[in-house]
């Protein structure tokens, strides 16, 4: 089916998942390579959170399997940097981005209060990374949405994984930090996996290398398809796209 | 007032105060966030259960109380963890179940014409060698275990759902903080009694909370702000022979009130 040379980073099998009696998800078939750019679309309910819950091993596998990098869940999860949809948790609590992006490292879990230099140096280079040095020591909560989320996505690089995995990463953020998110995410790309669950079309459209619509099942498109519906008319809205979407046969 | 300090009661009544307020300090930061206060409430009410068990077989009170309490910890802790919905409802039955089982234990004890008063509202002015013991153990056992945990205790209280992905045993560490703040709960009655814990727990760490940027110096300046608050209450009380737990609480309200006035005018 793909010819992709490069080998497969996710492989969903025959998945489906229900919520006492209703079904969410019906036989998920989906394989995500190395460096995809994938991006999730599909309404609420649709089962796209379900989905991602189930990647990070949170949900409980009911039928069919997942594999990463052609491991179980459990044994692979720390290849997998999550950024989770809601930032805005916890905004009084005092704690520097610094130290949340110190977070993300599972390991030297029993540590004293302090923080190793390595660990410092290394949390700082990912902040760098994603454009926030200046804001090292700065308090979480006295960040801006879209800065807050560079922080999160500098936590979930910080055990160096091989897929980033971000749930409706620009949902609390002005237009501008969007593009800006989406230009980091670009630039990630080039070293790893990148999957997205969103609802802004218009902008993934720049950047995703692979679309994936999921109401229930899951249907893939051809990007180009949807650059075409786009530009064939005028204007189109991104409730009408995601209905073509979701019909479409592509 | 100086030679007040020469009272061995007064000396006893001010370690207890800086112990009681720096053990507050740490366990009401992890109190405030993880957003527990109603739940510490609920078990400092309950407690009031383990007191009316402690008079009614004459068991130690500390014994007793400390007993009790953790019980009441682990079935809040078993609750909000495993129920979804109506956690309120529980906390509140927990909290109103506890004092009913303290009063009726107390009403039939024969001859125990308990001071009710004493346990809502505090007797710092009683504490007793045994009592600075109680208190200096569970302090140097709340260090012990913030010393070796901090980090998953940070990673927990900040954001609990990622600390699991990331292979932490939330529920583990959710527990023990209950459990922690039982045992904080039982040593903080003597000073503030039942009724006024929840504010020493909470007014010193609101204050700090502002004041700084990590969670460990938020549970150093609330243990140092509260035991400040403390002191001064406990003069109040003895210079105006007031009831000291009521007396430190207003202290410690006031001075939030000002520390907020003055943030506005910044």
Redesign the interface.
């Known amino acids: 089916m793909h010819k992709n040379k490069t080998r497969a980073v996710i492989e969903v099998k025959n998945l489906s998942f229900a919520y006492d009696k209703d079904l969410i998800l019906e036989d998920i078939n989906l394989m995500i390579f190395e460096k995809d750019f994938m991006v999730f679309i599909g309404p609420n309910g649709g089962g796209k959170s379900t989905l991602v819950k189930l990647m990070l091993g949170i949900n409980p596998l009911q039928k069919g399997s997942i594999t990463i990098l052609d491991k179980s869940i459990r044994k692979s999860i720390s290849q997998i940097g999550y950024v989770p949809q809601n930032t805005n948790i916890n905004l009084n609590f005092p704690i520097k981005a610094i130290e949340v992006v110190m977070m993300g490292k599972s390991s030297l879990r029993t540590s004293l209060f302090g923080y190793k230099k390595e660990e410092v140096h290394h949390a700082m280079e990912l902040l760098e990374k994603v454009g926030m040095q200046e804001f090292a020591n700065s308090k979480i909560g006295s960040l801006s949405g879209g800065q807050r989320q560079r922080v999160m996505i500098a936590r979930a690089l910080c055990a160096d994984p091989k897929i980033l995995l971000l749930d409706e990463p620009t949902s609390s953020i002005d237009t501008d930090g969007q593009k800006q998110i989406y230009e980091l995410l670009k630039e990630l790309n080039k070293e790893i996996t990148i999957i997205v669950v969103s609802h802004d079309i218009s902008v993934l459209l720049e950047y995703a290398s692979k679309v994936a619509h999921i109401n229930k099942k899951l249907s893939f498109h051809d990007i180009s398809s949807i650059k075409n519906i786009e530009t064939k008319s005028d204007h189109i809205c991104e409730v009408e796209l995601l209905e073509m979407l979701g019909k479409c046969k592509c | 007032m100086l030679e007040a300090l020469s009272y061995e009661f007064i000396q006893n009544a001010l370690i207890a105060g800086v112990l009681v307020s720096l053990i507050s300090g740490i366990i009401g930061s992890l109190i405030v966030?993880n957003r527990m206060v109603f739940l510490a409430g609920g078990i400092a009410h309950a407690a009031y259960g383990g007191i009316g068990i402690a008079i009614f077989t004459g068991i130690p009170i500390f014994l007793g109380t400390s007993l009790f309490a953790v019980a009441a910890a682990l079935f809040m802790a078993f609750i909000t963890i495993n129920q979804r919905e109506n956690i309120d409802v529980f906390i509140g039955l927990t909290w109103a179940v506890g004092m009913a089982i303290g009063i009726i234990l107390v009403d039939l004890t024969p001859g125990y014409n308990v001071d009710l008063l004493s346990y809502l509202f505090g007797s710092i002015l009683a504490v007793n060698r045994d009592d600075l013991y109680f208190m200096g153990s569970l302090f140097v056992v709340i260090l012990f275990v913030i010393?070796?945990?901090?980090?998953?205790i940070?990673?927990v209280?900040?954001?609990s759902?990622?600390?699991?992905?990331?292979?932490?045993n939330v529920k583990f560490f959710y527990t023990l903080i209950l459990i922690l703040s039982a045992l904080t709960v039982v040593i903080a009655i003597k000073v503030v009694g039942l009724i006024l814990v929840i504010a020493l727990l909470s007014i010193p760490v609101y204050i700090a909370?502002r004041l700084?940027?990590?969670?460990?110096?938020?549970m150093l300046i609330s243990g140092l702000i509260a035991s400040v608050f403390t002191t001064i209450g406990l003069w109040f009380s003895y210079s105006f022979n007031i009831t000291s737990g009521a007396s430190i609480i207003l202290v410690s309200a006031l001075s939030l009130m000002l520390f907020m006035l003055l943030s506005k005018l910044k």
């Not at chain 2, 010393?147 to 998953?152: A, G, K, L, Q, S």
């Open positions: 966030a010393t070796f945990w901090y980090r998953n940070l990673a209280s900040y954001d759902e990622y600390a699991a992905l990331s292979g932490i909370q700084s940027s990590s969670l460990f110096s938020m």
